[in-house]
């Protein structure tokens, strides 16, 4: 995984008066410009669209409280997920809700 070395973390009120201070570099005419089937062009051109019937799986609301668990899981199995980087155990829960939502019916 490739660190991104140029994010820069800033606060609400940091982020209001940068603003008020006119450091805002959103070039908001062009965003007010660009029409609603350029959008969905970019969308499409990015590399990071969800897949297709995503909402499908969407979950409405707050999601249920979290339950931490004791589990043991095959090194392997816990290995392929590790790799994916950080968020791997978010992307265990959503494999196994998807198992339990396919088996509800």
């Given at each position: 995984?490739?660190?991104?070395?140029?994010?820069?973390?800033?606060?609400?009120?940091?982020?209001?008066?940068?603003?008020?201070?006119?450091?805002?570099?959103?070039?908001?005419?062009?965003?007010?410009?660009?029409?609603?089937?350029e959008i969905e062009a970019q969308a499409k051109?990015?590399?990071?669209?969800?897949?297709?019937?995503?909402?499908?799986?969407?979950?409405?609301?707050?999601?249920?409280?979290?339950?931490?668990?004791?589990?043991?899981?095959?090194?392997?199995?816990?290995d392929w997920f590790r790799q994916s980087g950080?968020?791997?155990?978010?992307?265990?829960?959503?494999?196994?809700?998807?198992?339990?939502?396919?088996?509800?019916?």
């Amino acid at each position: 995984m490739v660190k991104k070395t140029n994010i820069v973390r800033y606060s609400a009120d940091e982020l209001a008066a940068m603003v008020a201070r006119g450091d805002d570099r959103t070039d908001w005419d062009r965003v007010k410009r660009t029409t609603s089937a350029e959008i969905e062009a970019q969308a499409k051109a990015d590399g990071d669209l969800a897949p297709e019937g995503w909402q499908h799986n969407a979950i409405m609301g707050l999601p249920p409280k979290k339950e931490p668990v004791n589990l043991r899981i095959d090194s392997d199995v816990l290995d392929w997920f590790r790799q994916s980087g950080k968020g791997y155990q978010t992307r265990m829960n959503n494999v196994l809700r998807a198992f339990v939502t396919s088996r509800r019916g």
